[in-house]
């Protein structure tokens, strides 16, 4: 695919410059906040759940596992610029749709360095087990597993060696880290266990976070494959890709189907369901690398993030619903 960037396919150069005002907004654009509502919104969905299923809601113990998961969420984003960048993914990688696939470029823009960007991550990996130190203070040491095992799968996606993203698991590390451990964990912690309502709302949130990560590791093929990591779309090309992007929109289907089956979400979510599933399909469509497809390809990409949002909100709202229209 020829190299079809602009001088704006990465970030604005208006970023660099001395002071503290300066540098503190460069460590914060280069954690990929847009970005953030993939960790936010599992949250908030497990904490609805467990508000109107067991009727309990702490606000503190709420905002405190949101900001951990941000603060993990972000050092996640930052460490992987880092892993990619010292295996030679995102340098070498002239295939990237910005600023959705080939990284935050802040390190390739020599916005921040290396050493830098490691700093930054493991501060905020240490902010977060921070929080995780005073949420398990109020609640109990189960949160130290929830959070320590959030933040290694976060890690270790990207840590040379271990760099589960080349290792083909990497997508079912996102699909944990990103929706059943932030669903349960803040179902947990605000009722103390977990039930199968809860499980059953993770599933689809698992999937589509998978599939965002499928998505997106199509225009990072080759660039991938040349520095031999080795990602489940590496592994089964764009047609397999294809096959499981569609499984992934089926499982979202069959587990939201499942859920209201067992009266864990309302009927009327089966249209939500049944569109979300037809968006899937629409940005299935779209999978592929020629450069003729580039322009489908970033549509697909933006389609399957808003299935992710529209989703997640969707849930949040059935649940809700419910409350207010069975108030205790």
């Known amino acids: 695919m020829p190299n079809t960037h602009s001088p704006t396919d990465q970030p604005s150069p208006t970023l660099a410059g001395p002071g503290f005002a300066a540098a503190a907004r460069r460590a914060f654009l280069a954690t990929r906040p847009p970005f953030f509502t993939a960790s936010v919104l599992p949250v908030v969905l497990g904490t609805a759940w467990a508000s109107v299923a067991f009727r309990r809601f702490d606000g503190l113990l709420f905002g405190l596992a949101l900001a951990a998961m941000v603060l993990a969420h972000a050092a996640a984003n930052v460490y992987n610029d880092v892993g990619d960048d010292v295996i030679g993914a995102d340098p070498d990688n002239t295939d990237r749709i910005y600023p959705y ?11 921040l360095s290396r050493t830098q960007m490691t700093r930054l991550a493991l501060g905020l990996a240490a902010s977060a087990l921070l929080l995780g130190i005073v949420l398990a203070l109020l609640h109990g040491a189960g949160v130290i597993l929830f959070g320590v095992a959030g933040l290694a799968l976060g890690l270790l996606y990207s840590l040379p060696g271990a760099q589960l993203s080349a290792r083909g698991i990497g997508e079912a590390a996102v699909a944990v880290g990103f929706g059943a451990l932030p669903v349960l964990g803040a ?42 990591k080795r990602t489940l779309v590496v592994r089964c090309g764009v047609g397999g890709a294809k096959w499981i992007y569609g499984s992934l929109t089926a499982l979202a289907l069959a587990a939201s189907a499942a859920a209201i089956w067992q009266k ?19 940005a299935w469509g779209g999978m592929s690398f020629l450069p003729s497809a580039r322009t489908r390809l970033k549509r697909s990409i ?27």
């Not at 864990?264 to 629409?282: F, I, K, M, Q, S």
Request: with cysteine; proline share 5%; hydrophobic share 55%.
């Open 187 to 228: 179902s947990w912690l605000q009722t103390g266990h977990i039930d199968s309502g809860a499980v059953l709302i993770c599933v689809p949130v698992s999937a589509w976070a998978a599939a965002i990560l499928i998505m997106n590791e199509v225009p990072d093929i080759e660039s991938d494959a040349r520095v031999h």
């Open 101 to 111: 696939t080939g990284g935050s470029r802040f390190i390739q823009s020599q916005l």
């Open 264 to 282: 864990v979400l309302p009927l009327w979510y089966a249209l939500p369901a049944l569109l979300l599933a037809g968006l899937g399909l629409r």
């Open 302 to 328: 933006e389609l399957t993030l808003l299935i992710h949002v529209l989703g997640c909100v969707g849930m949040i709202v059935a649940i809700l619903s419910e409350r207010m229209r069975y108030p205790q």
